[in-house]
């Protein structure tokens, strides 16, 4: 079989986002705003409606621990701008970025995320998976396209990662519950 390292970076995508889907499709609205700790990164209503998100320019240590609300927004955060390097528009600035303000739309933007996504992949062709990238790396020039779309797949399964472990931990320590996020 000849795959292509387009196709074979979609298959990792797509089995990322299989992982994804079991974790989110399990959330109830109280899972978002879960402290798991008593240092932990959350997000917080500000006087005009939008969510802010905390936040230190150089990670403190220990590094709190963060609320799935928190990681919802990251994922948004870092793949928005994800999409905007690799479609040649001006990347969006992290402060541009903010949660949607509960759980059940948080989880609608990811998925609209993926779709965005998905369309990019179908779109590149061989060449362009070899054109220079600089993000997540500034103005590196041994990066490339491909290796922003492996860096894609790896940060996305790190954060589904932490927050299955956080709704698993939050299911253990509370009663059963059967209102589900679809």
Excluded at 8 to 34: A, C, I, N
């Amino acid at each position: 079989m000849n795959t292509s390292r387009r196709d074979l970076m979609r298959w990792q995508f797509d089995l990322t986002w299989s992982l994804s889907e079991y974790h989110l499709e399990r959330l109830v609205p109280e899972d978002f705003l879960w402290e798991p700790s008593p240092l932990s990164w959350t997000v917080r209503p500000a006087p005009d409606g939008t969510w802010v998100t905390d936040w230190a320019e150089t990670e403190p240590d220990p590094v709190p621990t963060p609320t799935i609300a928190w990681l919802t927004w990251h994922i948004d955060w870092w793949w928005s701008v994800a999409l905007d390097h690799v479609r040649s528009r001006a990347p969006r600035d992290r402060a541009e970025i903010t949660w949607p303000g509960d759980g059940e739309a948080a989880v609608a933007r990811l998925r609209a995320l993926r779709e965005e996504w998905l369309t990019v992949l179908e779109h590149l062709d061989e060449p362009a998976l070899d054109a220079p990238a600089t993000f997540p790396w500034q103005d590196d020039p041994q990066y490339t396209v491909a290796h922003t779309i492996a860096w894609v797949n790896a940060e996305l399964m790190k954060n589904v990662t932490e927050i299955g472990q956080l709704r698993l931990l939050r299911a253990a320590s509370r009663p059963a519950s059967s209102d589900r996020i679809a």
